[in-house]
Nanobody, 117 residues
Framework: QVQLVESGGGLVQAGGSLRLSCAAS????????LGWFRQAPGKEREFVGG????????YYEDSVKGRFTISRDNAKSTVDLQMNSLEPEDTAIYYC??????????WGQGTQVTVSS
């Protein structure tokens, strides 16, 4: 398995931007698809977006399309989530996860994003 550590969360005003980063340990980073998820208070964890192993394909949940961008650097074993035009509804703990043949089996500890109105 791969170990994941997120960073970059914080407090931002509505309309602002944040960039989250997820660093992975392990020698097989490029063999995993990667995803970002979030969990708001009182809600279930939801998929935000994902990126394929080679970075050629990205997928986004409808509410973040056009505002969030996922990128990865396999040489550095990192995956980033650039978040623009943030809304209070984006407030949540954000997690990165690595997808293997059995699904998203490796998760980071999460990073808090708070968007004030």
């Amino acid at each position: 398995q791969v170990q994941l550590v997120e960073s970059g969360g914080g407090l931002v005003q509505a309309g602002g931007s944040l960039r989250l980063s997820c660093a992975a340990s392990g020698r097989t980073f490029s063999s995993y698809g990667l995803g970002w998820f979030r969990q708001a208070p009182g809600k279930e964890r939801e998929f935000v977006g994902g990126i394929s192993r080679n970075g050629d394909n990205m997928y986004y949940e409808d509410s973040v399309k056009g505002r969030f961008t996922i990128s990865r650097d396999n040489a550095k074993s990192t995956v980033d989530l650039q978040m623009n035009s943030l809304e209070p509804e984006d407030t949540a703990i954000y997690y990165c996860a690595a997808c293997s043949a059995t699904g998203f089996a490796s998760w980071g500890q999460g990073t808090q994003v708070t968007v004030s109105s």
